[in-house]
């Protein structure tokens, strides 16, 4: 089973923008949709943004449109979620999450990277 894998999180000051990437080990990473995913300090996790296999067709949470675009590179096995204008309460542990249905709940997900860090100074 493919293994997900986070990078890219850091530091950045409000306003600054970061490009996080999710790259996967396995065959079938080009045919799984790719979720990206963020949990803040004492909150629930909540949806931010998805790609299907080809990259055709994305979907993003209300919050983050205009200002986060998802893609992928399927021959380098990596899909980024590239953010701007972040702000101060964006700040929380992002994952990637591999499944087989284009949503926006965590279900529909099976495959799920251990998280990179993303801080945003106000």
């Known amino acids: 089973q493919a293994q997900l894998i986070e990078s890219g999180g850091g530091l950045v000051q409000a306003g600054g923008s970061l490009r996080l990437s999710c790259t996967a080990s396995?065959?079938?990473?080009?045919?799984?949709?790719i979720g990206w995913f963020r949990q803040a300090p004492g909150k629930e996790r909540e949806f931010v943004a998805a790609?299907?296999?080809?990259?055709?067709?994305?979907i993003y949470a209300d919050s983050v449109k205009g200002r986060f675009t998802i893609s992928r590179d399927n021959a380098r096995n990596t899909v980024y979620l590239q953010m701007n204008s972040l702000k101060f309460e964006e700040t929380a542990l992002y994952y990637c999450?591999?499944?087989?249905?284009?949503?926006?709940?965590?279900?529909?997900?099976?495959?799920w990277g251990q998280g990179t860090q993303v801080s945003v100074s106000s």
């Open positions: 396995g065959r079938t990473f080009s045919r799984a949709i």
């Open positions: 790609i299907t296999s080809g990259g055709g067709n994305t």
């Open positions: 999450a591999g499944g087989w249905s284009l949503a926006t709940t965590e279900a529909h997900y099976d495959r």
